[in-house]
């Protein structure tokens, strides 16, 4: 797990801990000493801490005029026992809301399972506040993803389909934006 790092093919134009509006801001990260771990296996020490104990994120890129933001995540999504919802929600997707992001993408290739609950009151909260935004996830797994359906995150969450973006790493940020953005117009009937 410590070989698994977050994607920074974007560094060169992004970087949450330089960014004053990230809740990353001003992070320092090592190279060489590893602190944090998930069920004892120590991971990169570029993951960014929500302080769950099993959900680690890495704000890949934000931009302000669009509103939107794509972060990656990292780890077992835990609801059930770590309410990772409300971590994630009250430590990182607050402060882009209060900048006014209101388009969401959660990368979730590196998330090895989810465990609900049926309290939704943080998915909805944050829907609710996206107003004419989206929340999407791409990349999971179908297991996660099935695990959602089970829980009724897709209330909340768009994901699955075309929402497959297995060449995201290629793409400029920008684009995955219009794509996505393309995807949920159809998906909502709007076009």
Avoid at 42 to 52: G, K, L, M, R, V
Avoid at 128 to 156: L, M, P, Q, S
Avoid at 167 to 187: A, D, G, M, V, Y
Wanted: charged share 25%; glycine share 6%; net charge negative.
């Amino acid at each position: 797990m410590q070989e698994i790092e977050p994607s920074y093919q974007w560094e060169n134009i992004y970087e949450a801990a330089k960014d004053k509006k990230s809740p990353f801001y001003g992070r320092s990260y090592s190279q060489t000493e590893y602190e944090h771990d998930i069920y004892g296996y120590y991971i990169h020490p570029n993951w960014d801490e929500i302080d769950s104990e099993t959900l680690y994120c890495k704000i890949l890129f934000t931009d302000y005029e669009a509103k939107f933001t794509i972060i990656e995540l990292f780890g077992e999504w835990n609801d059930t026992l770590h309410n990772d919802i409300m971590h994630l929600k009250r430590n990182v997707i607050d402060h882009l809301l209060a900048e006014g992001i209101k388009y969401f993408t959660l990368v979730g290739e590196n998330v090895f399972n989810f465990h609900g609950s049926i309290e939704d009151d943080y998915y909805a909260e944050w829907f609710e506040e996206v107003e004419d935004g989206w929340i999407t996830g791409i990349n999971f797994a179908e297991f996660v993803e099935r695990e959602w359906e089970k829980y009724h995150i897709d209330y909340y969450i768009n994901f699955g389909g075309n929402l497959h973006l297995p060449q995201w790493r290629t793409l400029k940020p920008e684009l995955i934006f219009l794509s996505i953005n393309h995807i949920i117009s159809h998906r909502l009937g709007a076009v």
